[in-house]
């Protein structure tokens, strides 16, 4: 299931960016535009069986394809061997699918969509009342602390970080609820690392390089998902008991 949703994001993050359908046309060879066959279509198979090709003129297919397909597996399989097969799925899988498809956009793009945010907002609070409606509250609260902490940081630092990131947190705090926190930790963590590793190997120009931020909020909100409350509890146990 998973594998198969990715080939979908492949799809959301070609497209979307550029105004065109999801839905229509078909997927086809960008070089000779041949229709892409259903059995050429299998998520990671029919691109290994392929060796990256198209099947009419060879030229090659991006590994990114099957890379975001089999992410997107994983990432499913892996939320639900920690944490069950049951109603939370409704909240943690179509976020986590989100944050895959944000990301790849971010990297293309350095844009996060509204066309995108929006929706999963929306779908955060309907899932949530679903699934967990005791803590609806708890999780809208920790959306609007999400939202003004980022809106904090971009006013501090507007170059570094845009209006789509700050929704993008609130969104994380609406599904996560307490559990955004380390979320954000980690997202502001790896995106530190990656920012000293490309200026450690670039020198002074690369403070000049924006690095999309968009991509380290979605390694946090999966992190979130899979170890949030866990993490919250390990920082409870040795620094507040």
């Known amino acids: 299931m998973g594998a198969a949703v990715g080939s979908f994001l492949n799809v959301v993050i070609h497209r979307l960016p550029r105004g065109e359908s999801l839905v229509h046309p078909r997927s086809r060879c960008p070089e000779c535009g041949t229709q892409i066959a259903g059995y050429d279509n299998i998520p990671i198979v029919s691109w290994l069986l392929l060796r990256g090709r198209c099947r009419h003129c060879g030229t090659p297919i991006s590994p990114r394809y099957p890379a975001v397909e089999l992410i997107t597996a994983l990432v499913f399989a892996a939320v639900v061997l920690v944490r069950g097969f049951d109603d939370d799925l409704i909240i943690e899988l179509p976020f986590v699918a989100g944050l895959i498809a944000l990301a790849g956009i971010d990297l293309d793009h350095k844009l996060l969509p509204n066309k995108i945010v929006y929706p999963l907002a929306v779908w955060g609070v309907i899932a949530v009342l679903i699934a967990d409606q005791g803590d609806l509250v708890e999780h809208v609260v920790a959306g609007a602390g999400a939202f003004l902490f980022l809106l904090a940081a971009a006013l501090a630092y507007p170059s570094g970080m845009g209006m789509g990131d700050v929704k993008l947190s609130g969104v994380m705090g609406i599904y996560l609820g307490a559990s955004v926190i380390p979320a954000l930790l980690i997202a502001f963590l ?6 000293l590793a490309i200026i450690a190997r670039e020198g002074a120009a690369a403070r000049k390089k924006a690095v999309p931020f968009g991509i380290f909020l979605a390694i946090g909100g999966i992190v979130g998902v ?8 390990v920082y409870d146990t040795n620094f507040l008991d």
């Open 226 to 233: 899979l170890a949030g409350p866990e993490l919250i509890d």
């Open 190 to 195: 790896t995106g530190s690392a990656v920012g």
